[in-house]
């Protein structure tokens, strides 16, 4: 796109502030900012409007529940479906997948987020914690787990520098591969792009529901073929009782005839912030907290269990068939206020202190719509959920150590 094109587009959209200093930049820099202009996805900032998205977006939808395969369900046939998970294992169909590709806003910690060190009185870091838990089931299955690890073009670098460093924690080297996830630009509350250097735009990886098509765009399709990987196991890194690749979990899904499979636990309370599984017209599917009405939230079974009270986690199995079918479904885009760093009018980076703008976000869960089926598949929660999204308070790497040594994690 050359200078002329760009400032005539920019001007259209309104968004004349990305060349305040263009006249400054080395001629490397002001291609490069071109190309970023060029690239720009503008069906996604239009949909800001005085910083919402349109409500010609919100389509009705028709909510019924989808009951989960619970506990006890699950402990009446586990060694059955242990035994079917062990097999698909050991003939090396299932694949695990970590999504590390997020900013880690919240945590506030300067890296990626895996390699927080949430040992206290022994080194230990939450990417070890997570390879440690697949080498328990590379051991019961007797082979190694392909393991893919998406990042984002932010911290890719570090992070294989880091597992490098730690020699992939024991891991089998030849059974890693690391792929980057796109960006999408940033905005401010006004819908105007925000630019991180004089000659970029402000840019934050696009959520995590765009990682099978940047793991196919790494050509690591090819990858999983040769293997003979037919599920995929997928999980955030941010849960150290995270348990991937899970025996029974695998076995119970591949039983059950699903295309997927959704961990979950159930919620604390009618009103805790997860997503929760259920149908929506039709299809399984997880919707937010948000959205379900007084009465639905408090809504019992004839157990008295909550009728829609068991919540996802982050750990889905899909078959890699029907992701591939899937690959070029649109995805809905949601957006999430960030805090997002920026060159302010004179000039100077501003870290923000709180959210300050928007960025643009497809997410892994709205993925479990696009499947026919899905197994809402219950853990325990105390035993394999604990997110660390904070430093302190709910969520947080506090609550999380209290929950890693409770089973019996040495810190
Ligand atoms: P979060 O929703 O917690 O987002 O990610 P985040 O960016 O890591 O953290 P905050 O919101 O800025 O504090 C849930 C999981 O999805 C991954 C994260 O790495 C985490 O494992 N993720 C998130 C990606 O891989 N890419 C993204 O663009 C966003």
Redesign the pocket.
Known sequence: MTFEEAKSLLEEKNQLQVLTYYEELSSDEKESLLKQVGELDWKLLDKITNGQESKKDVVEKEIAPLPALNLDAIKDRESEYRAAGLEALSEGKCAAV??????????GFDGP?GTLPIGEERELYLFEQLVENLKVVVSQAGRSIPFYI???EKNDASTRTFFEEHNYFGYSREDVHFFI?EMAAAVDYKGKLLMEEKGRLAT?????GG?FSSLAKAGLLEDLHKRGVEWINI????NPLQKMCDPVFLGATILSGCQSGSKVVRKNDPHEKMGVVCRENGQPSVIEYYELSEEMANAKDSNGILTYGFGVI?NYLFRVDRLEEIMGNDLPVHI?E?KIPYIDENGCLIKPEKENGYKF?T??VDMVRLMDDTVPFEVVREEEFA?I??LHGVDSLDSSRELMKKAGIRL
């Not at 970590?98 to 945590?107: H, Q, V």
């Not at 934050?204 to 995590?208: A, D, K, L, R, T």
């Not at 999980?235 to 941010?238: E, H, K, M």
């Open positions: 970590l999504l590390a590709g997020g900013m880690g806003t919240r945590l987020k998406m990042t984002s996830q934050s990886p696009n959520g995590n990682w999980f955030g890194v941010d982050l999430v960030k976000e997410l892994v997110p999204k904070n």
